[in-house]
T-cell receptor
Framework: DVKVTQSSRYLVKRTGEKVFLECVQD?????MFWYRQDPGLGLRLIYF???????EKGDIPEGYSVSREKKERFSLILESASTNQTSMYLC?????????????FGPGTRLLVL | QKEVEQNSGPLSVPEGAIASLNCTYS??????FFWYRQYSGKSPELIMS????GDKEDGRFTAQLNKASQYVSLLIRDSQPSDSATYLC??????????FGTGTRLLVSP
């Protein structure tokens, strides 16, 4: 059974703070993803990683960075949080087989930036 | 034009009826198509995936794909109140970069 966990369910930060969101998967998946979900905009891909230390920009990478030092862990970093980064952040993972592979999602982190 | 479009709803159906959810996509190079269900406050969970034209059935769910017309649909037979959720259509091209629609909210009334 695939399990994707995220470090926090709810997080409140102040503008300008550095924020770390952690994601861990226990299924030895090669691919990991970070999305944000906003009302009316749906899920949008921020960054993804297909291997340790590898990363690629998604559709909305501005203001974010990522780190993948170990296969099971993928971190999303907000270098200087802003109010427009208030959102639900979802991590996902999948096998490396191709576009037919299912992405499994973590429970999400609801971030509020004041 | 959005890459993946869905009617936001809500789509209201009585218990026991068939719910029909539709999705259109713009990129003809799309290869894989997914339906996720998302309950309020929860994360998306996969319901169905489909890769070739035609129908794919799994229990009460049937996914339909028509690549020529660039649409994919999800039918839910014998709808139950527990099916009330937002259904997200997602499309992938050659690599696993999923593009999601904004979702259709389904309400099944007892």
């Amino acid at each position: 059974d695939v399990k994707v966990t995220q470090s926090s369910r709810y997080l409140v930060k102040r503008t300008g703070e550095k924020v770390f969101l952690e994601c861990v998967q226990d299924m030895d998946h090669e691919n990991m993803f970070w999305y944000r979900q906003d009302p009316g905009l749906g899920l949008r891909l921020i960054y993804f990683s297909y291997d340790v230390k590898m990363k690629e920009k998604g559709d909305i990478p501005e203001g974010y960075s990522v780190s993948r030092e170990k296969k099971e862990r993928f971190s999303l970093i907000l270098e200087s949080a802003s109010t427009n980064q208030t959102s639900m952040y979802l991590c996902a993972s999948s096998l490396a087989g191709g576009p037919q592979e299912t992405q499994y999602f973590g429970p999400g982190t609801r971030l509020l930036v004041l | 034009q959005k890459e993946v479009e869905q009617n936001s709803g809500p789509l209201s159906v009585p218990e026991g009826a068939i719910a029909s959810l539709n999705c259109t996509y713009s990129d003809r190079g799309s290869q894989s198509f997914f339906w996720y269900r998302q309950y309020s406050g929860k994360s998306p969970e996969l319901i169905m995936s489909i890769y070739s034209n035609g129908d794919k059935e799994d229990g009460r769910f049937t996914a339909q794909l028509n690549k020529a017309s660039q649409y994919v649909s999800l039918l839910i037979r014998d709808s139950q109140p527990s099916d009330s959720a937002t259904y997200l259509c997602a499309v992938a091209r050659r690599v696993q970069k999923l593009v999601f629609g904004t979702g259709t909210r389904l309400l099944v009334s007892p």
